[in-house]
């Protein structure tokens, strides 16, 4: 059915639809995150939640403290390695199908305390992300921002063929390793599942011909 | 356990769990628990519904504050300040200044000790109707209070945004003064605010104060000795809230604050209730102190100019700079070997030795109440940990 016969027929109350449609409509309109902030980010997720940010009218504001109840995880604020396996497990412990924003800067790669010996360098390494928020903190309209993106990438979602979501491939893992801790480190320092490390292209100043770096 | 005791205190005693009576109970509250205020855990052991043992457990946010603040320049150490008690970065940069100004003997211009006051009282009072807020949503008052305390809250991010660009990470203070002066018509909307914050606070009174089930859950819970506060070395709100006449704005007097009247309000039983309602009357002083520095605000440079920021070398010696943050003393502790960067970055931080009266408070209470105790005494998990 084209747009315009679509268009045509709501204007006269008739509403056609496909179940996908449908389908990602139900799930994009009533997320549910879950009750859990880390570190600076978290008061700013708290803010948006508030009066003036409202984010209930994305129909996102049933914060849910047990991961059994919610299907997306803001991980807003500093992810150290004593709490990455407690994220990890959180993240296990939520049903399908889940979604993850990461919310400011520590959570991408580790932000200002990067060069701590205790800080992980991004929740990415361990759990697959959906939203990237940068900011240190992100404003509540940045986390507004990022509730709109993932609703937009839920709507584009086909419920079958093979670009279909994890979810709904019985062969796609939706538990993920969770890390222990070493003697050196959290072991595995990361899962090559879902994180693979960027690739830099580093030319030696002087070897290129053009003399150009 | 018990801060007065002579004998070595055992922090975890092992009970017997094979009692004729009834097992005990062991629940781990957190580090992901809506009520701790961030990753913090407790170890609680119960029976039935009593706290018999209670033991904390921290390092959820170790995010290396010291040694990171070792490598960075005195500059760079700046905004790290800013992070380690994030609900009010503005004082936390005060007391590195203060603690760098006393290293280096730098003095201070007159409008810029003004605008720290301006702007430090603001944090205070932003970080109490934040506390308060919070302490009602964990006493089961969900999402109104905390509304109403956000909703003042956000006026005064405004005027934070409105003066340094950020809502949350200041950023304000240099050593020498301050970074920026105010733009124009800050003054009129933060006069604004400032006017319009009592009625919030009647507002908030006539429906909590003399509310029943607020009294019943908080009064006689919790409660912390004179003695106790003394010993445990706690301070701040907490350790006024059980009558210790200890306010670092009337005992050292830095800055400009003997320039201002206003009053220390004292608690008589030290319980949940004191804390609270402490919280208010300070919110009330703190106005008094906004008014009397918008009035006095003098014009005049607002950076000492004959401190060099970059390349900043104090010369070799030692330092502690503290002052009466929203949460009690809070103190750095710096050491300089002459290098660009300190030798050791030391930070006392008020809410880990508020914290550690946790057990005596919470053994023999309810478990209901652990929660609403941590929530007074107002923790923030960044400076818990660091």
């Given at each position: 059915m084209d747009e315009q016969l679509k268009s045509e027929l709501r204007r006269q109350g008739v509403v056609a639809t496909s179940l996908q449609e449908l389908y990602n409509w139900g799930r994009r309109s009533s997320l549910w995150p879950l009750n859990f902030g880390l570190a600076c980010c978290a008061i700013e997720m708290i803010a948006a939640t508030m009066a003036r940010y409202d984010l209930a009218r994305f129909g996102a504001e049933v914060f849910r403290p047990s991961p059994r109840q919610a299907d997306l995880m803001i991980v807003a604020g500093t992810v150290t390695k004593k709490m990455a396996p407690q994220v990890v497990r959180l993240y296990n412990q939520m049903p399908e199908p889940k979604y993850v924003i990461s919310m400011g800067a520590c959570a991408i790669s580790g932000g200002p305390f990067k060069q701590g010996y205790n800080v992980l360098k991004g929740i990415d390494r361990y759990i697959p992300v959906d939203v990237y928020i940068p900011g240190c903190p992100p404003r509540p309209e940045a986390l507004i921002d990022a509730f709109l993106m993932l609703q937009k990438k839920i709507d584009e979602q086909y419920l079958t063929g093979p670009n279909r979501p994890r979810h709904l491939n019985a062969d796609m893992p939706s538990e993920f390793v969770v890390p222990e801790f070493g003697t050196h480190d959290l072991v595995p320092t990361q899962n090559s599942e879902v994180w693979k490390a960027p690739l830099v292209n580093i030319s030696i100043a002087g070897k290129n011909e053009s003399g150009r770096d | 356990m018990s801060v007065l005791t002579d004998t070595p205190i055992d922090l975890t005693p092992d009970l017997p769990n094979d009692r004729s009576e009834g097992q005990l109970l062991e629940v781990s509250m957190g580090p992901q628990h809506p009520s701790t205020h961030g990753v913090f855990r407790m170890d609680v052991t119960l029976d039935g519904e009593k706290v018999v043992k209670l033991k904390p457990v921290f390092g959820y946010l170790h995010r290396n504050h010291e040694k990171i603040a070792e490598n960075e320049s005195y500059l760079g150490c700046m905004p790290y300040t800013d992070r380690l008690d994030y609900i009010c970065s503005i004082t936390n940069n005060w007391a590195y200044a203060l603690a760098v100004e006393t290293l280096a003997g730098i003095q201070v211009p007159e409008r810029a000790e003004y605008l720290r006051v301006i702007t430090g009282e603001l944090t205070r009072l932003q970080n109490h109707a934040g506390l308060v807020g919070f302490l009602m949503q964990d006493m089961g008052a969900s999402g109104t209070p905390l509304m109403y305390a956000f909703r003042e809250r956000e006026k005064v991010l405004d005027l934070f945004e409105a003066l340094t660009g950020a809502r949350m990470m200041c950023n304000y203070m240099r050593f020498g003064g301050c970074r920026v002066d105010v733009p124009s018509g800050w003054l009129q909307a933060a006069q604004k605010v400032i006017d319009g914050f009592p009625k919030f606070l009647d507002e908030f009174e006539s429906l909590l104060m003399s509310n029943e089930i607020l009294m019943a859950r908080t009064q006689g819970v919790g409660v912390v000795t004179r003695e106790q506060a003394i010993n445990a070395g706690i301070s701040g709100p907490m350790a006024r809230a059980s009558g210790v006449?200890?306010?670092?704005?009337?005992?050292?007097?830095?800055?400009?604050?003997?320039?201002?009247?206003?009053?220390?309000?004292?608690?008589?039983?030290?319980?949940?209730?004191?804390?609270?309602?402490?919280?208010?009357?300070?919110?009330?002083?703190?106005i008094e102190i906004l008014k009397q520095a918008m009035r006095d605000l003098p014009a005049g440079p607002i950076m000492d100019p004959n401190t060099k920021i970059r390349g900043f070398r104090p010369k070799a010696g030692e330092a502690y700079g503290r002052i009466e943050g929203p949460k009690g003393e809070l103190g750095f502790y710096l050491i300089s070997d002459g290098s660009p960067n300190p030798y050791r970055f030391r930070v006392r931080p008020p809410s880990l030795i508020n914290l550690t009266l946790l057990e005596d408070m919470c053994l023999g209470q309810n478990v209901a109440d652990i929660v609403i105790i941590l929530g007074s005494v107002d923790i923030v998990l960044g400076e818990v940990d660091r």
């Open positions: - | 006449n200890y306010d670092l704005r009337k005992v050292d007097k830095y800055g400009i604050y003997d320039r201002f009247s206003f009053r220390v309000p004292l608690g008589e039983h030290g319980d949940v209730y004191d804390r609270y309602m402490l919280r208010v009357l300070e919110m009330r002083e703190s």
